[in-house]
Structure formats: C-alpha cells, structure tokens
C-alpha cells in the first residue's frame, strides 16, 4: 500500500453538519484538504466517508497519521 502524503503538521478546523456525508482525503493530494478532490485517482487510495455525529466545529487530520481518522488525534506532534 502506498503511503499517504503529509498535507500539514497541523488539524484542520471545520464546520460539520450532523448526519451529511463529508468525503475526508486518505492520500494527502488533494487541494481541497480536508476533503477529497479526486486526487487519488490511479493510486491504492480512496476518500474515507463519515458523518458527524454532532454538528460544529471539529479538527481534521491533515498530517494523515491519525489512529482516528478522520479527526485529529495529535499524530502530527510526532512528525
């Protein structure tokens, strides 16, 4: 499997619907981050689809290392 690209060392602050389908990118190209922008065509990579529980402000992973994808869980501290 292919490693994902590091978009930042930082999560990435959004505003979530509950229950809305959101398209977080898996691969770390997309200029869209967060979210998928088909940049992953042609690789092992596909958008991972979640919906949030609650709405508001959530932090995203935008290093990719998190153990708790989509959100962030501080992996980046270790990049």
Request: with cysteine; net charge positive; aromatic share 10%.
């Amino acid at each position: 499997m292919d490693k994902p690209v590091a978009a930042g060392k930082a999560p990435i602050p959004v505003t979530l619907e509950a229950g809305r389908d959101y398209y977080w990118c898996t691969c770390g190209q997309s200029k869209k981050q967060p979210f998928c922008d088909g940049s992953h065509k042609g690789s092992s990579f596909a958008p991972l689809v979640f919906q949030s529980a609650a709405a508001g402000e959530k932090y995203l992973c935008a290093c990719k290392a998190t153990r708790n994808p989509p959100y962030c869980d501080g992996s980046h501290k270790q990049l």
